[in-house]
């Protein structure tokens, strides 16, 4: 034998293995004969299962790839080697009923946070017991398959149990109509029979609209997850939801649901569980007052989060990133409802083909050129490379234009006066995330340069089509000084090439924009450079501002308003002012038309 090599298996794993290969078919069929995923990944090592992200439990689910993987020997090790097509059928479950979707599963969570304040941490252990209770009960109950049984095998060694356990296992048996306590969750006393009830009720009353209920079971759990430590060891068992968006790109989590917040009361207070006109409150629903009336003054309808709201909720789900990438994520997603068509410039250079005449074909060629019916005209026996000829094509000025996408140099302010991009929303970033994914979209180049005090600045590498590389400079951060990089501007136009397209240059700050007339490293001055920038990029520049409505008041005489009115009116600068930075979303998404209006 050798030793390099790992032990062989046993048989019984393999044997094992097999069997519940089988069993996949009977899974499907559970639910729908139409049912379609592709077959289980069978671990037949606690090693392969680790590196396919499964440790604690014997089965989970992946979404992002609709794959579900089982570790055998954990199947044994909890003695549910018999229940395959159980097991295989509640993996299914997750994948078509509860969450199925990336998205879905992440706005489960951000509704059950809500409910959960203090213990925010246990959203992802009872989004996972809530959506384990719709898809048993169906399976149960439509499919005549043993889960109850299951259940049983899993917690019939362990001696210590908790709140949590033991309400769970009450609604279901409360769902089946089983004799209280045949589960043997656990000490069942009239506070948790109570909330069996009342959960009972939630799960079928939410059975198609689960979504709606998230928010309803977590306030149901959140008092005796407060209390309860015992619990965990049997919920590890069946967490098979753990890293299911682990890999993936869930879209449309920067805007809350209208309902989401609403959608955290206890199942007591909501009359459509209990039936009455008028909710009950008790004690229990205490502890969700405090995110019902979070939001109450902020809109129901389009309410976005913050970077580090999106940030918790993506980890939450299990996608592991830095601030830096989920800022990169964040704008992007805010930033493509907003996204329009860069502006262009008409240039009359569009060619039309002219047909000028005939020259010999041969073999050195492409095929496809020949022209067959002069060939043939010319000697009706075709020759390959001596009577055969190819037609040769001129060009003639053509009545369409031509347009040539403008390339953008976008200098954003990063100085200490400015929002983090990264924790709160920087409508700089925001802004400067709309008109350069605007410019990529339509095959210009940009150049992003993130600025704040002297020798603080970051550039991506030249023009580029990188739409990452773009993010990724414009989500970072500084926070000193305000001193803008001349230097950067002179040396991009300096290098710049005589046929390059024209670039149109933009600058987002306040009124530290004007240390851009200042005098550089070399003892220029700034004015010189700036003009000499925008001769070079033939596309214009803008001066993008949040300034006192006053600033170009006739009787205001502070010198940095008195230079930026210079600027526009002897420099050539276009001055874009705004009074709020949420004014900078209209001014970028409107940008194509205000300026460019004529190369429609």
Same mark, same amino acid.
């Given at each position: !034998?050798?030793?390099?090599?790992?032990?062989?298996?046993?048989?019984?794993?393999?044997?094992?293995?097999?069997?519940?290969?089988?069993?996949?078919?009977?899974?499907?069929?559970?639910?729908?004969?139409?049912?379609?995923? &592709?077959?289980?990944?069978?671990?037949?090592? &606690?090693?392969?299962?680790?590196?396919?992200?499964?440790?604690?439990?014997?089965?989970?689910?992946? =979404?992002?790839?609709?794959?579900?993987?089982? $570790?055998?020997?954990?199947?044994?090790?909890?003695?549910?080697?018999?229940?395959?097509?159980? /097991?295989?059928?509640?993996?299914?479950?997750?994948?078509?009923?509860?969450?199925?979707?990336?998205?879905?599963?992440?706005?489960?969570?951000?509704? !059950?946070?809500?409910?959960?304040?203090?213990?925010?941490?246990?959203?992802?252990?009872?989004?996972?017991?809530?959506? +384990?209770?719709?898809?048993?009960? &169906?399976?149960?109950? $439509?499919?005549?398959?043993?889960?109850?049984?299951?259940?049983?095998?899993?917690?019939?060694?362990?001696?210590?149990?908790?709140? /949590?356990?033991?309400?769970?296992?009450?609604?279901?048996?409360?769902?089946?109509?089983?004799?209280? #306590?045949?589960?043997?969750?656990?000490?069942? +006393?009239?506070?948790?029979?109570?909330?069996?009830?009342?959960?009972?009720?939630?799960?079928?009353?939410?059975?198609?609209?689960?979504?709606?209920?998230?928010?309803?079971?977590?306030?149901?759990?959140?008092?005796?997850?407060?209390?309860?430590?015992?619990?965990?060891?049997?919920?590890?068992?069946?967490?098979?939801?753990?890293?299911?968006?682990? #890999?993936?790109?869930?879209?449309?989590?920067?805007?809350?649901?209208?309902?989401?917040?609403? #959608?955290?009361?206890? %199942?007591?207070?909501?009359?459509?569980? *209990?039936?009455?006109?008028?909710?009950?409150?008790?004690?229990?629903?205490?502890?969700?007052?405090?995110?019902?009336?979070?939001?109450?003054?902020?809109?129901?309808?389009?309410?976005?989060?913050? %970077?580090?709201?999106?940030?918790?909720?993506?980890?939450?789900?299990?996608?592991?990133?830095?601030?830096?990438?989920?800022?990169?994520?964040?704008?992007?997603?805010?930033?493509?409802?907003?996204?329009?068509?860069?502006?262009? &410039?008409?240039?009359?250079?569009?060619?039309?083909?002219?047909?000028?005449?005939?020259?010999?074909?041969?073999?050195?060629?492409?095929?496809?050129?020949?022209?067959?019916?002069?060939?043939?005209?010319?000697? %009706?026996?075709?020759?390959?490379?001596?009577?055969?000829?190819?037609?040769?094509?001129?060009?003639?000025?053509?009545?369409?234009?031509?347009?040539?996408?403008?390339?953008?140099? =976008?200098?954003?302010?990063?100085?200490?006066?400015?929002?983090?991009?990264?924790?709160?929303?920087?409508?700089?970033?925001?802004?400067?995330?709309?008109?350069?994914? $605007?410019?990529?979209?339509?095959?210009?180049? /940009?150049?992003?340069?993130?600025?704040?005090?002297?020798?603080?600045?970051?550039?991506?590498? #030249?023009?580029?089509?990188?739409? *990452?590389? /773009?993010?990724?400079?414009?989500?970072?951060?500084?926070?000193?000084? *305000?001193?803008?990089?001349?230097?950067?501007?002179?040396?991009?136009?300096?290098?710049?090439?005589?046929?390059?397209?024209?670039?149109?240059?933009?600058?987002?700050?306040?009124?530290?924009?004007?240390?851009?007339?200042?005098? +550089?490293?070399?003892?220029? $001055?700034?004015?010189?450079?700036?003009?000499?920038?925008?001769?070079?990029?033939?596309?214009?520049?803008?001066?993008? @501002?949040? =300034? %006192?409505?006053?600033?170009?008041?006739?009787?205001?005489?502070?010198?940095?308003?008195?230079?930026?009115?210079?600027?526009?009116?002897?420099?050539?600068?276009?001055?874009?002012?705004?009074?709020?930075?949420?004014? @900078?979303?209209?001014?970028?998404?409107?940008?194509?038309?205000?300026?460019?209006?004529?190369?429609?």
């Amino acid at each position: !034998m050798n030793p390099s090599l790992p032990p062989p298996l046993p048989p019984a794993v393999d044997a094992l293995a097999a069997e519940w290969e089988r069993a996949w078919p009977q899974a499907l069929a559970a639910w729908s004969k139409f049912t379609r995923l &592709r077959a289980p990944k069978f671990c037949l090592t &606690r090693e392969e299962a680790a590196a396919e992200g499964l440790t604690s439990s014997f089965a989970m689910i992946r =979404l992002h790839d609709q794959a579900i993987v089982v $570790s055998i020997p954990e199947v044994v090790t909890c003695g549910v080697q018999g229940f395959a097509v159980e /097991v295989l059928a509640h993996e299914i479950g997750h994948h078509v009923l509860a969450p199925a979707r990336l998205s879905d599963h992440a706005r489960c969570l951000a509704r !059950m946070r809500w409910a959960l304040p203090t213990v925010e941490q246990h959203a992802p252990m009872v989004a996972n017991l809530y959506t +384990d209770l719709l898809i048993n009960d &169906r399976l149960q109950r $439509s499919a005549n398959l043993r889960l109850a049984e299951v259940y049983l095998q899993l917690g019939k060694d362990e001696q210590a149990s908790g709140a /949590v356990w033991a309400l769970y296992t009450r609604i279901y048996e409360i769902l089946w109509r089983l004799e209280r #306590g045949s589960l043997k969750g656990g000490k069942i +006393d009239d506070r948790i029979e109570g909330d069996a009830w009342l959960g009972s009720r939630l799960v079928r009353s939410f059975a198609r609209d689960w979504l709606d209920g998230a928010g309803r079971f977590a306030c149901l759990l959140l008092p005796h997850l407060l209390e309860d430590q015992a619990s965990q060891a049997r919920l590890e068992k069946w967490f098979d939801t753990r890293n299911a968006c682990n #890999g993936g790109d869930p879209t449309g989590l920067t805007v809350e649901d209208p309902d989401e917040r609403s #959608g955290a009361i206890h %199942p007591a207070a909501d009359p459509a569980l *209990t039936g009455e006109s008028d909710a009950v409150e008790t004690d229990q629903t205490q502890p969700t007052q405090a995110p019902q009336n979070v939001g109450k003054n902020q809109p129901s309808r389009g309410q976005h989060r913050q %970077p580090f709201e999106y940030g918790e909720l993506l980890r939450a789900v299990g996608i592991n990133l830095t601030d830096h990438e989920i800022a990169v994520r964040y704008y992007r997603e805010r930033a493509q409802p907003n996204l329009v068509r860069f502006p262009t &410039r008409r240039a009359p250079d569009q060619l039309d083909p002219l047909p000028e005449g005939l020259e010999p074909w041969d073999f050195g060629h492409p095929l496809d050129t020949v022209d067959w019916i002069q060939s043939v005209l010319l000697s %009706p026996r075709i020759i390959p490379g001596l009577t055969t000829v190819q037609r040769v094509w001129g060009n003639s000025p053509g009545s369409t234009p031509k347009t040539k996408p403008l390339d953008l140099d =976008l200098y954003v302010d990063s100085s200490g006066s400015m929002p983090h991009p990264q924790r709160l929303i920087s409508y700089l970033t925001l802004a400067g995330a709309i008109i350069a994914l $605007s410019a990529l979209r339509t095959g210009a180049r /940009v150049q992003v340069t993130l600025w704040s005090g002297k020798h603080q600045f970051e550039s991506t590498d #030249g023009f580029t089509r990188n739409e *990452t590389e /773009v993010l990724r400079i414009l989500t970072g951060f500084y926070g000193g000084a *305000t001193a803008f990089p001349i230097h950067v501007l002179r040396e991009t136009f300096a290098r710049r090439r005589a046929d390059a397209p024209p670039a149109h240059i933009m600058v987002i700050s306040d009124d530290g924009v004007s240390t851009l007339f200042d005098r +550089d490293e070399q003892g220029n $001055s700034g004015w010189d450079v700036a003009a000499a920038a925008l001769k070079k990029a033939g596309g214009g520049g803008t001066l993008v @501002l949040n =300034l %006192p409505e006053t600033w170009d008041a006739p009787d205001e005489r502070r010198p940095v308003f008195q230079l930026i009115r210079r600027a526009r009116d002897e420099a050539g600068w276009n001055v874009h002012a705004v009074s709020s930075w949420e004014q @900078l979303v209209t001014f970028a998404r409107d940008f194509s038309r205000m300026t460019y209006a004529d190369t429609k």
